[in-house]
Nanobody, 115 residues
Framework: QVRLLESGGGLVQPGGSLRLSCVVSGSIFSDNAVGWYRQAPEKQRELVASISRGGTTNYADSVKGRFTISRDNAKNTVYLQMNSLKPEDTAVFYC?????????WGQGTQVTVSS
């Protein structure tokens, strides 16, 4: 059974930065493309960024130029570096397999952008 453990969220002022981490256990991490997703209050969960097995990345238009996804296969970990954060980035952030999120969702990590 795959387990996902997200961390690194918190409260940050607009314009600030955070680095999220997600450790994936119970699967051959390096064989899978992975994505970061987020769910804001009263909104549907959406894909923020994805990274293929080979390291090809894609981003939602709303975060292009501000967020960077990366992975460390030796640590079974995917990262999301978030810069120039905006209040509209406030959400719970999750990682999962991409393009089909077939793993059981973790608890996520809360990101709150507010002054």
């Amino acid at each position: 059974q795959v387990r996902l453990l997200e961390s690194g969220g918190g409260l940050v002022q607009p314009g600030g930065s955070l680095r999220l981490s997600c450790v994936v256990s119970g699967s051959i991490f390096s064989d899978n493309a992975v994505g970061w997703y987020r769910q804001a209050p009263e909104k549907q969960r959406e894909l923020v960024a994805s990274i293929s097995r080979g390291g090809t990345t894609n981003y939602a238009d709303s975060v292009k130029g501000r967020f960077t996804i990366s992975r460390d296969n030796a640590k079974n970990t995917v990262y999301l570096q978030m810069n120039s954060l905006k209040p509209e980035d406030t959400a719970v952030f999750y990682c999962n397999r991409w393009p089909t999120a077939v793993w059981n969702w973790g608890q996520g990590t809360q990101v709150t952008v507010s002054s």
